[in-house]
């Protein structure tokens, strides 16, 4: 399924966050988006998924969604939004539970989303008992168990430390390479977006606007291989010039205001 | 400015000199006693000793402290917050007294056959369901103030007369007599027993029936006069002093309130020049202060073998410890005359 | 001790420990029989007249008075049975009214202003109206219970419900749950640590409005015999109704601990 972003701005209040925002996310796709603090980045995630409406402009999906989607736009949260007081496997049926299933249907459904995720034997656990990357795990398997036509990544990784993020990005390309989800991914990682989009959209500050797109013309499960390293490399440094400027004037401007 | 400096000076000076006169007074200073009570008719003598200087030409200079319930004033003269008090005998006091801090030594006072005091009321519903005298008590609710008051002394009276079972009479402890008026009034108990002052009150706007006087059945020393035995060992000429003021404006209540004419209670001009005092202290009308006006031993002579009986009955009752004995916080050597003291 | 004596070594004093007061049971026991030691032997030595304060032994002989005649049993089963209907009843109502208040915003605007109101007033002086409206038997003595418990509950329900965090709300729209569940499975799970704090304020309550509620025509019950006790100046059966009273509340509490750590054991 195809998602289409039409003339999208935003405002809140006096402020305007996002200023005539175009894209076209291609089926299968994995789109990143970064840019500096305050760029409307997870404004423009919310639009694109729903659960905002935009002042102007509208979303559109095109194509059909995947058999057996129940949600079709899925969110994996930063926070993980995890129901503490059910185990993980309570957790992944959740979204399930208001459908209708023929026989085991919805426990077949848990089962394959753990096992995905390599969850299988914490079915039982609750989230107080896991890490912060099983914990996200566990959020990533109820997100598949929906089978989204479109997943939206809202800086799913930014709570873990740098080695669990390793892991879970390994994960990921594993699990996209399965499912073939279309995918929009908002991070502030200059590194998460070279290793996981097939391109990165890069956001101006106030009001956010779409300053360019770059691809990543490597293949997901090719991009740790040192012979792409310099290219990798030579992308992450263009990003980061195209937002370090507006990078320092977030952070001063973060102080001004405090 | 200087000439107000200056006054007030001189007003000083003479203020001083006042002072060293009332000093040099040789007559011995009055004693102080505080005395505590309830705002009843039944403690008139405490006011009329007041109004009449009795406490003055007995040296003593009395002090009032008024309260709202019986148990208060037992508890103040426990503690040393008063000195004589004059009450109702309840399962509190008694049990407070034979701790051994209280010393019952005269009369307030009693049920004594043509003298109506408290009387029983039923509810109009009670009544037209057949509630009409204190015999058909028996399967009805009754409403008082408390456990071990005297309104429950009232009711155990009737059912030791009539041999009741304990069960007979379902008692509704209410904690106040606008409680209890409230109750009856609405039905929500099917009777009480209140004093006659209130009694015309509610039989009269037909809110209830009368069905009884307590007298009509029984006698009974309802209350009496009580000091600390601290006074009555170390202040013992206070206590003879208080006791004869006492006497004397008891028999002058007695006087006014207390005769009887062919069985008919009769007041004259003694009792219209005593009712502005009682006015002053209990704010009653005179209505219900003839009403209410209770006999009253004129020597304060207690009938000293009801308060056995009572102390007796409340101990059956578990209202009143065992250890209690009247013999212990009785001092019948300050009033002679008491009636029925047991031989030994 | 001193650092930079050269060539002498000391190993590093242990400054840490930090400062988490941990219970300790026994501690919690001593005490008790501290003080009720003490307070026995200043009882026998006649510091403590028996006349203001009887003595723990006079306590405990007048306990075993009313258990040996059956009267306890009926005073305690009065009591229980009123304390049960009125907190139970206080209770759903409070909750129905608390969590009404915590998820739509008209019942929200209606029940803050009227609750604030109402809260405040102290439910004894209530009471002579109780007792007009439901008369003097048992309908008066659990609607004062009732009115008492009732208002704590809908302020630790409405709050409870605030306080669910509102990510695992969104989560749940985003999976498009319907409302019905949105609140069953997420709104009142996640209430349920506030719901149950709530429970121990409101059993407290109960037991404190026991004393007041029983003391219009009740012949039996705990607060009916504290009262009755006092008026009867019998010190020792008076403070016996007092440590039957906190007996059961420390009964409730640990009832209620434990349907905490039953219900709670995700925490």
Redesign the interface.
């Known amino acids: 399924m195809d998602l289409i972003v039409e003339g999208v701005s935003h405002r809140y209040g006096e402020v305007q966050a996002l200023d005539d925002i175009n894209l076209r996310v291609a089926d299968g796709e994995t789109l990143a988006l970064i840019g500096p603090s305050g760029c409307g980045k997870s404004t423009l995630l919310s639009i694109m998924g729903g659960i905002l409406a935009p002042s102007e402009g509208r979303v559109a999906a095109e194509g059909a969604a995947p058999d057996g989607c129940l949600n079709p736009f899925t969110y994996i949260f930063q926070d993980f939004a995890l129901l503490p007081w059910r185990t993980v496997a309570g957790n992944v049926g959740l979204p399930l539970e208001h459908h209708r299933f023929d026989g085991d249907g919805r426990a077949r459904r848990i089962a394959e989303a753990l096992s995905l995720t390599g969850l299988g034997e914490f079915a039982d656990a609750y989230p107080k008992q896991l890490s912060g990357g099983m914990r996200q795990r566990v959020g990533i398997a109820r997100a598949i168990a929906v089978r989204p036509a479109l997943l939206l990544l809202d800086e799913p990784l930014s709570a873990l430390d740098a080695q669990t993020r390793e892991l879970l990005m390994e994960d990921l390309i594993r699990i996209w390479a399965r499912e073939r989800t279309t995918s929009v991914y908002v991070t502030h990682n200059l590194n998460e977006a070279v290793r996981l989009a097939d391109r990165v959209a890069v956001l101006s500050r106030r009001p956010g606007r779409i300053k360019e797109i770059v691809s990543v013309p490597v293949p997901l499960d090719e991009r740790t291989e040192r012979r792409h390293a310099d290219l990798i490399e030579t992308i992450r440094e263009q990003l980061w010039r195209l937002i370090v400027d507006e990078a320092k004037d977030a952070d001063r401007e973060l102080e001004s205001v405090a | 400015m200087l000439s107000s400096f200056k006054g007030r000076l001189v007003a000083t000076a003479f203020g001083a000199a006042l002072a060293a006169a009332a000093l040099a007074q040789p007559a011995q200073a009055a004693e102080k006693v505080v005395v505590c009570a309830l705002t009843f008719v039944s403690s008139s003598p405490l006011f009329i000793a007041a109004d009449k200087g009795y406490y003055a030409e007995e040296g003593l200079e009395a002090e009032f402290k008024f309260f709202r319930a019986a148990q208060p004033v037992a508890v103040g003269i426990a503690s040393g917050d008063c000195d004589f008090g004059v009450t109702a005998f309840t399962g509190g006091f008694f049990n407070l007294a034979g701790k051994g801090a209280l010393k019952v030594i005269g009369a307030q006072s009693r049920e004594e056959p043509g003298f109506d005091f408290v009387g029983f009321l039923a509810s109009n519903q009670a009544y037209e369901a057949g509630l009409k005298s204190v015999e058909d008590l028996p399967g009805h609710s009754f409403g008082m103030t408390q456990v071990g008051s005297s309104f429950h002394y009232n009711i155990g009276l009737m059912a030791d007369k009539f041999g009741w079972p304990d069960d007979a009479v379902a008692l509704k402890p209410l904690q106040s007599v606008p409680n209890m008026i409230g109750a009856i009034k609405s039905g929500q108990v099917d009777s009480i027993a209140l004093p006659a002052h209130i009694v015309a009150g509610l039989t009269g706007s037909g809110s209830a029936k009368l069905i009884g006087w307590v007298h009509d059945y029984t006698p009974w020393q309802l209350g009496g006069l009580f000091t600390s035995a601290k006074n009555v060992s170390e202040r013992r000429p206070v206590v003879e002093a208080f006791v004869r003021a006492y006497q004397h404006a008891a028999r002058d209540y007695h006087e006014a309130f207390n005769k009887l004419e062919n069985g008919k209670r009769v007041f004259g001009s003694e009792a219209e020049a005593l009712v502005p005092i009682i006015e002053k202290y209990t704010k009653a009308k005179p209505d219900a202060i003839y009403a209410g006006s209770p006999f009253i031993d004129p020597d304060g002579r207690l009938k000293v073998d009801q308060i056995y009986q009572q102390v007796a009955w409340m101990k059956k009752k578990g209202l009143v410890d065992e250890s209690v004995d009247p013999k212990s916080f009785l001092d019948l050597s300050f009033i002679s005359g008491h009636y029925g003291v047991p031989a030994n | 001790m001193s650092i930079g004596d050269s060539g002498k070594e000391t190993s590093v004093r242990f400054r840490g420990g930090g400062f988490a007061p941990r219970p300790k049971r026994w501690a919690s026991w001593l005490a008790f029989a501290v003080i009720i030691s003490a307070w026995q032997i200043a009882s026998m030595s006649g510091a403590l007249p028996?006349?203001f304060l009887p003595s723990p032994y006079e306590i405990a002989l007048a306990l075993q008075a009313i258990a040996a005649d059956g009267t306890l049993a009926r005073h305690l089963g009065a009591s229980l049975g009123r304390i049960a209907w009125g907190w139970s009843l206080g209770t759903l109502a409070g909750l129905a009214v608390g969590i009404s208040m915590g998820i739509w915003s008209l019942a929200r605007s209606v029940g803050i202003p009227i609750v604030s109101a109402l809260f405040p007033i102290p439910k004894i002086a209530l009471l002579?109206l109780l007792?007009?409206w439901f008369?003097?038997g048992e309908p008066s003595k659990v609607a004062t219970i009732l009115l008492g418990v009732f208002f704590p509950t809908v302020i630790s329900a409405y709050s409870a419900v605030d306080n669910v965090p509102r990510?695992?709300i969104?989560?749940?729209?985003?999976?498009?749950?319907?409302y019905a569940?949105i609140v069953r499975?997420?709104v009142l799970?996640?209430a349920?640590p506030g719901i149950l704090a709530g429970f121990r304020i409101s059993s407290s309550i109960a037991l404190i409005l026991l004393v007041a509620a029983e003391?219009?025509?009740?012949?039996f019950g705990i607060g009916?015999f504290i009262?009755?006790a006092g008026?009867?100046?019998?010190t020792d059966q008076l403070l016996a109704g007092v440590v039957l009273l906190s007996m059961l509340g420390l009964l409730i509490s640990a009832l209620l601990a434990r349907l905490e750590r039953r219900v709670?054991k995700?925490?």
């Open positions: 028996a006349l002579p007792i007009l008369g003097i990510n695992l969104r989560m749940g729209q985003s999976f498009d749950m319907p569940q499975k997420i799970p996640g349920m003391m219009i025509g009740a012949e009916a009262l009755s008026n009867l100046m019998q709670l995700w925490r």
